[in-house]
């Protein structure tokens, strides 16, 4: 049957007995997260990727698309969305089924949608999908331009991306991207073979390769290597500066490598905006070296604050009432003030570091853990010197 009915759409869109598709983050800033949703709160909605588990905060997200929990009816759900997003599904639905005439039918009434921003946006690039796939390049180019020309930002980065693959492969095949031939970078021979075809673009498996090729030239391009952002970090500057982290302001701005982080974070901007969640891995090899810089850091800090507590001192006191002595009292209590100050800077770093463990709170629970464990140690000392601060007796 050539047609397909709601229900049967329905079935493929939220996987009634078959695969359900990813649900969609897309973030302010225009990237997109695909994965499954696992916690939401009224602050925070976390996702797991291929990559692994992410956290988002609500004020970065633009907009979620959901797919239908476990258990719930995917047609009654299905019926009850919005009529713009039920045509967005179904033609996703037609496209992921290669009918991708039937597909830009469906997605005809939108020309012109303005309601929505993302879903405006999933449309624009669900219709220059669907002309690559059916090798309508003229079309496709066409609305990539005005894409370039007048898109978002991230859209602008995504038809550049497009139209530089067009560009170095006019036959529509896969042979280069940039000046590397497609043979350095596809390992699979019969892929290979596959992508010499003219019009091999059409196949979005192929176009996919070139995009990751892309990307991957891209933070190249930028020499963005972790290990060249590893090689930027100095414990000693860091080490001073977040000792000096104390009263309130946005800790980041003391970090004396913040601008080399931020730097690689916007060109892995730059490769998520072109392909969703591109650079995930790369993400987290990031955070990780970041976070093992900070946790040599912290765990000096760490040391000396221990071996400076006040619970070490013995204040001089009266043999006969245990009073502590004028001079021990304020001994103590300098001694107490001193303490606190120098644990301000370390509980500022270790939340630091816990929120941006968060991200990743599965590939990174171990380290979230041991955290954590400082965070309620740290805590748990300054709530017990702040209340022995004042106390008269020995």
């Known amino acids: 049957m050539r047609n397909i009915t709601t229900a049967l759409l329905a079935v493929i869109i939220f996987g009634i007995g078959s695969v359900a598709p990813a649900e969609t983050i897309i973030l302010k800033n225009g990237a997109f997260v695909e994965g499954d949703i696992t916690i939401q709160t009224s602050t925070t909605i976390r996702i797991k990727t291929r990559f692994g588990e992410r956290s988002f905060s609500r004020k970065d997200i633009e907009q979620v698309i959901e797919s239908v929990a476990e258990g719930e009816s995917g047609v009654d759900k ?135 090729e892309y990307c991957e030239q891209l933070l190249v391009a930028d020499k963005l290597s972790v290990k060249a952002f590893g090689a930027k970090l100095k414990p000693q500057a860091t080490y001073d500066a977040v000792k000096k982290a104390s009263g309130s302001g946005d800790f980041v701005t003391i970090l004396p490598y913040i601008g080399e982080l931020k730097s690689a974070e916007a060109a892995l901007l730059k490769a998520q905006a072109i392909l969703g969640d591109y650079g995930s891995a790369y993400e987290l090899d990031l955070l990780r070296t970041e976070l093992a810089h900070l946790l040599a850091v912290g765990e000096r800090l760490l040391q000396e604050l221990f071996s400076a507590s006040p619970e070490t001192y013995n204040p001089p006191a009266d043999p006969r009432s245990g009073q502590l002595t004028p001079e021990g009292r304020r001994e103590w209590q300098r001694r107490c003030d001193a303490f606190l100050e120098q644990a301000e800077p370390l509980t500022r770093l270790v939340k630091y570091m816990l929120k941006r463990a968060e991200l990743y709170p599965l590939k990174l629970e171990e380290l979230h853990d041991l955290l954590a464990d400082w965070d309620e140690r740290l805590a748990q000392t300054t709530r017990a010197i702040k209340k022995a601060r004042d106390r008269t007796r020995a």
């Open 78 to 212: 299905f019926s009850e969305l919005p009529a713009a997003h039920k045509s967005v599904l179904n033609a996703q639905a037609l496209y992921d089924l290669k009918k991708y005439d039937e597909a830009l039918q469906r997605l005809e009434p939108l020309r012109d949608y303005q309601e929505n921003k993302a879903i405006r946006t999933r449309v624009d690039w669900l219709i220059i999908e669907i002309n690559e796939r059916l090798g309508h390049w003229g079309e496709a180019r066409k609305l990539l331009e005005a894409k370039k020309e007048s898109g978002s930002p991230p859209e602008r980065i995504r038809a550049k991306a497009h139209l530089d693959i067009f560009e170095v492969n006019p036959d529509y095949d896969l042979r280069f991207v940039g000046e590397k031939p497609a043979r350095e970078f596809i390992r699979d021979e019969a892929t290979r073979n596959r992508a010499k075809e003219k019009d091999s673009l059409r196949d979005a498996e192929i176009m996919t390769l070139a995009l990751e």
